[in-house]
């Protein structure tokens, strides 16, 4: 619905502002702008006007992607971040969650925020460098909301989010690290802890893992291999035939787990067996390593 018929002369100033935060304003910034309560109101009434929460309100029918996300912020007052599950969608370290799950939000000791959606988590200290805006919606840092999170996911589950914040170059372990420094006994910090500390690094999925190896295998101009391919009783990540090269990527489980190692190692010994080169190549390397990575791909190819 458009903004004539009564509008404050503002009304296209009105409209700018709520299309740089995803079509929400609040009663506060309205008023800023030159309309009255009763006008206010008038627009509530019309359906120009839809009320999220109180005093925070949606222009116009239709609410954009993330309009819960920053009317949540809005609701909870000044100081107010998103966190949690919610920063992880924001930047994409897990699925978005479903549209009836609340938001999360952290906001400062003290402040007790009652509203309908929103999922509250309060905080003592949230350091300047421990928030920041995306997509002009205040939100917790990377690296504080894998913190967050450590607390609430299973293991798999943080791996997951922290290989993909790795991949997305948002954190690096010496930022984890820092945090965890800082706040060395906050719940989840050992399980966070714990993780980083394998040196192989965080695990990806699958797929991902081998979208990655497979883009550095192009970036090295190197013959492209076959992947996920069967050698019963066998399933190999990739497989470079007329060399006999096979490369496994061990990032798609969770490390730690003693039989799986065994088994993977009696599973190269059988390979190398038939004639196969095995090499397998870790999350970490591909990462931090991906010359090095790729110069022992091309010896191996090279030598056989």
Not at 26 to 48: F, K, P, Y
Request: hydrophobic content about 40%.
């Amino acid at each position: 619905m458009g903004l004539t018929g009564g509008s404050p002369a503002r009304a296209p100033a009105i409209a700018t502002l709520a299309k740089r935060q995803h079509g929400v304003i609040t009663r506060s910034q309205l008023v800023m702008a030159g309309m009255s309560n009763h006008q206010i109101d008038q627009w509530l009434r019309t359906g120009r006007l839809q009320c999220i929460h109180r005093g925070v309100y949606l222009l116009g029918p239709i609410a954009p992607p993330l309009a819960r996300e920053i009317a949540a912020v809005f609701a909870c007052g000044e100081g107010t971040v998103l966190s949690h599950r919610s920063a992880a969608a924001l930047w994409q370290l897990l699925p978005s969650p479903a549209r009836d799950r609340p938001v999360d939000v952290t906001v400062p000791a003290g402040r007790t925020p009652n509203r309908r959606g929103i999922r509250v988590h309060r905080t003592r200290s949230l350091d300047p460098d421990e928030a920041t805006s995306l997509r002009r919606i205040p939100v917790t840092t990377p690296a504080r909301t894998l913190l967050d999170l450590a607390a609430q996911l299973s293991g798999a589950e943080l791996e997951q989010a922290v290989a993909q914040a790795e991949r997305r170059h948002l954190v690096t372990r010496a930022k984890l690290a820092a945090l965890l420094a800082r706040y060395p006994r906050r719940r989840g910090a050992a399980a966070l802890r714990a993780l980083l500390q394998h040196a192989e690094g965080p695990a990806l999925t699958r797929s991902d893992a081998e979208k990655l190896f497979l883009s550095l295998v192009r970036r090295g101009k190197l013959p492209a291999p076959d992947t996920n391919v069967p050698l019963d009783p066998y399933e190999v990540d990739c497989l470079w035939r007329e060399e006999r090269l096979v490369v496994e990527i061990d990032s798609f489980a969770f490390h730690g787990d003693r039989r799986a190692f065994e088994a993977d190692r009696r599973r190269d010994a059988e390979l190398a067996g038939r004639g196969l080169q095995v090499i397998r190549v870790t999350w970490r390397q591909i990462v931090d390593e991906p010359e090095a990575t790729l110069t022992r791909i091309a010896q191996a190819l090279a030598r056989r």
